[in-house]
């Protein structure tokens, strides 16, 4: 598959209506410590939203709820893959991307054979408080030569100035969500985001 190079992460749905459009693609819906019946219809808003704007949209973690909603794309870290029902996944027809940190949890994502795998943090990340080091631009690169064929998504302290970076060491799609969603005007750097996919697609 063909990732959009401009990968959204946001908290609610309310971000996705806002900012699809001025262009939006890619948007992965990512929400923590909300009640079910919120989280489900946070989901419920989102997929219909992207379906109207034909979007693809990614929910992070609750692949339960995301499948008994008919979404078709799911993000799991590694402590929720562990957990997770990955043939009731395979089931319901639903891609698949996992992050990854070190060799150990690629190994152990490529065995699922997944519609992407994330690398992350390349640079330093205030979103989530991490366990890893930044990996750095290098790093990008090491892993599309391992990924082969993967689509590679790169995360982490991403921002406008920084996404030709990681996009020329090897990466399909840079994910960001703070410097949109922290920005004095989300819809114009948006915008910005889509004309740097745009001139990459």
């Known amino acids: 598959m063909t990732l959009d190079p401009f990968y959204l992460i946001v908290d609610s749905a ?3 209506e806002r900012l699809l459009p001025h262009g939006l693609r890619l948007v992965q819906l990512r929400i923590k410590d ?5 989280i489900r219809a946070q989901i419920i808003q989102a997929r219909d939203l992207c379906a ?6 990614v929910i992070n973690d609750y692949w339960q709820v995301a499948i008994e909603e008919g979404c078709t794309f ?14 009731a996944i395979r089931r319901a027809g639903c891609r698949l991307g996992i992050s990854t940190h ?6 152990t994502a490529l065995a699922h ?7 992350g943090p390349v640079f330093p990340t205030t979103l989530k408080q991490l366990d890893w080091a930044p990996q750095g631009v290098a790093r990008v690169g090491e892993w599309k030569k391992l990924v082969g064929n993967v689509p590679l998504v790169a995360i982490g302290g991403l921002n406008v100035q920084r996404a030709n ?3 020329d060491a090897g990466a399909d799609s840079a994910a960001v969500s ?10 114009a750097r948006t915008r910005e985001w889509v004309a740097l996919s745009r001139a990459r697609a």
Request: glycine share 8%; no cysteine.
């Open 14 to 16: 309310s971000w996705i």
């Open 34 to 38: 909300k009640p079910t019946s919120e």
């Open 52 to 57: 109207q704007a034909g979007a693809t949209l």
């Open 74 to 87: 799911i993000h799991l870290g590694q402590e929720d893959l562990a957990e997770a029902d990955l043939a």
């Open 102 to 107: 070190d060799e150990s949890e690629l190994g």
């Open 113 to 119: 054979r997944p519609a992407y795998i994330a690398l």
């Open 165 to 167: 970076a990681v996009l």
């Open 178 to 187: 703070t410097d949109v969603l922290g920005h004095p005007d989300p819809e």
